[in-house]
């Protein structure tokens, strides 16, 4: 089946600072998510996107499906940005593959 | 946008009993929805797939008579974990999809957390 990487696992921020968040696939995929989970455990829906590129408020996301991957940005984070970010991806016919997340801190 | 509910948001139980967790759709009808568990620091693991009018279709390793799947309604599904015992102990997530054909795109419930003493 289809094998999900992101990078970092783990990074620390200044409030303010930007970060550059990457997800690696090792096939061809129909659809891919990012997700932001929250202290609490809520999984919110950050970005649908199966390639090109889109942007909302300080985060924006690329998908390079020729190239399998793709990166979420995040620009003057916040502290509320902290918590854990998944990007999912998805074949018809399949169930949604999940990585392993990359887990934020963004310090005050 | 859509929303899932999941209910009850944690639960404790003894050992032995049996809990009952529901993932409904409140806004849209959810041809397809999904049971994921999660264990502290790590990623979501698929469990279950369940269409309505269905039997739901369980991944390799998890016990269908341990975790009971009835989707019984397009709103409506709900994850049976029977005679718990500690290890059962995790988040619970569902998901559900919209519709096979025009988006794949899945919408999270806010999660159950399970505690078994």
């Known amino acids: 089946g289809i094998q999900v990487e992101q990078s970092p696992p783990d990074l620390i921020l200044q409030e303010g600072a930007n970060s550059t968040l990457r997800c690696n696939f090792s096939?061809?995929?129909?659809?891919l998510q990012w997700f932001h989970q929250n202290p609490w455990g809520q999984l919110i829906n950050l970005f649908y996107i199966p390639s090109g590129t889109k942007q909302n408020g300080r985060l924006s996301a690329t998908t390079v499906a020729t190239e399998r991957y793709s990166l979420l940005y995040i620009s003057s984070s916040q502290t509320t940005d902290s918590g854990v970010y998944f990007c999912?991806?998805?074949?018809?016919?399949?169930?949604?593959?999940f990585g392993p997340g990359t887990r934020l801190s963004v310090l005050p | 946008g859509a929303v899932v509910s999941q209910h009850p948001s944690w639960v404790i139980c003894k050992s032995g009993t049996s809990v009952k967790i529901e993932c409904r759709s409140l806004?849209?009808?959810?041809?397809?929805m999904f049971w994921y568990r999660q264990f502290p620091k790590q990623s979501l693991m698929l469990m279950a797939t369940?269409?309505?009018?269905?039997?739901?279709?369980?991944e390799q390793g998890v016990e269908k008579d341990k975790f009971l799947i009835n989707h019984a309604s397009l709103t409506l599904s709900t994850l049976t974990v029977t005679s718990a015992h500690p290890e059962d102990s995790s988040f619970y997530i569902c998901?559900?999809?919209?519709?096979?054909?025009?988006?794949?795109?899945?919408?999270f419930g806010p999660g159950t957390r399970l505690t078994v003493t």
């Open positions: 369940s269409n309505e009018g269905s039997k739901a279709t369980y």
């Open positions: 096939d061809s995929v129909n659809n």
């Open positions: 999912a991806v998805f074949n018809y016919g399949q169930n949604f593959v």
């Open positions: 806004d849209f009808q959810a041809t397809t």
């Open positions: 998901s559900a999809r919209t519709s096979p054909v025009s988006s794949y795109e899945q919408y």
